[in-house]
């Protein structure tokens, strides 16, 4: 397995971190009106499960930061923009002053500090619905939550009724520090996943022009996918006789490998989720090169109509 150390950061994020968060937010929205109209009547629980939760912030200590992002570049963001950064975890539970929210709230980072942090932000909204903050690894948590969905219908003490769990979950690490058989533990849930894929800061680099694969096992990992089966998606190996009749190999690198890495990860969501964005949002970086696609799977055919509507008018 591929090991990117952590290296001095200290800022990170830059307009793209904004419309992906925009882009967040208004899906939620939407979702929470949604599921508003229906949750008393089909006694729905409804979870928030924040696997990169972060501290709340953008100044983020230097070990802080997941795997790759550092070795390919860095946006930086200046004090400003540091001072006026509200995350995904801020956004979400600030959406309870202004309709009903969810009854659960769980904000998972690996680092005890930046819960810490997160906790003592978020403690100036009041909600009804329960936080949990928990220290650990997003990959552990995502499979707990699976599990514990897997529970449906649990009857609560005070209630005759059952209720039912749905959940929306926002996995936004800054490298490919979910595993593919991670997200094989979501499938079939009543589950909303946005998931980041770091398709241009990070996996494209690693598809080498000379037709090899840079740390195979760690894109084995995150695609669910044997090296042969990437190699032959990104490769095409053509043989020439030359005049001798000695035979080469010609290795030709797809074109626009970028879009082919998002397409790539969409089909594989596909395997699992029934309805996934056709067109995810794409993130560019301020030099105008696509870094994220931010993408949208669901058990529900609505929920991905509205999360396309939404990245259609961004
Ligand atoms: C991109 S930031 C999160 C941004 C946050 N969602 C927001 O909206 O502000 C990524 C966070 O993931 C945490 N992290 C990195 N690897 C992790 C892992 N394997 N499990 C859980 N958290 C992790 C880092 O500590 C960092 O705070």
């Known amino acids: 397995m591929a090991t990117f150390d952590n290296t001095h950061v200290k800022g990170w994020g830059g307009p793209w971190t904004e419309q992906k968060l925009d882009c967040f937010t208004r899906y939620v929205k939407a979702y929470l009106t949604i599921m508003n109209a229906y949750r008393e009547k089909y006694h729905w629980k409804l979870i928030y499960f924040d696997g990169f939760a972060g501290c709340g912030d953008r100044k983020i200590q230097e070990e802080a930061v997941d795997n790759t992002i550092q070795i390919f570049g860095e946006e930086k963001v200046d004090a400003m923009d540091i001072n006026l950064y509200q995350g995904a975890a801020e956004r ?52 707990n939550l699976a599990q514990a969905m897997k529970k449906d219908a649990v009857t609560p003490v005070s209630d005759s009724h059952p209720y039912h769990l749905k959940t929306l979950c926002l996995l936004d690490p800054f490298g490919m520090s979910i595993d593919w058989e991670t997200i094989e533990q979501l ?128």
């Open 92 to 143: 979400v539970v600030r959406l309870e002053q202004e309709m009903a929210g969810f009854d659960f709230y769980y904000f998972i980072d690996k680092y005890e500090e930046n819960l810490t942090r997160l906790e003592l932000k978020l403690a100036g909204y009041n909600t009804k619905g329960r936080k949990i903050f928990r220290a650990s690894d997003a990959n552990i948590e995502t499979r």
């Open 187 to 314: 499938a079939g849930k009543s589950l909303d996943l946005w998931i980041l894929v770091p398709t241009g800061s990070i996996i494209s680099r690693l598809i080498k022009n000379d037709g090899t694969l840079m740390y195979p096992e760690t894109l084995e990992r995150y695609f669910g996918l044997p090296q042969e089966q990437i190699e032959g998606r990104f490769y095409t190996k053509t043989y020439e006789t030359d005049l001798f009749g000695e035979e080469s190999e010609r290795v030709i690198k797809t074109k626009n490998v970028i879009a082919e890495i998002a397409n790539l990860y969409c089909e594989q969501l596909g395997t699992l989720f029934p309805y996934v964005t056709n067109e995810p949002l794409v993130l560019y970086n301020r030099n105008n090169v696509p870094i994220f696609h931010f993408v949208c799977a669901s058990f529900n055919k609505t929920a991905v109509k509205m999360a396309q509507e939404i990245i259609d008018k961004l």
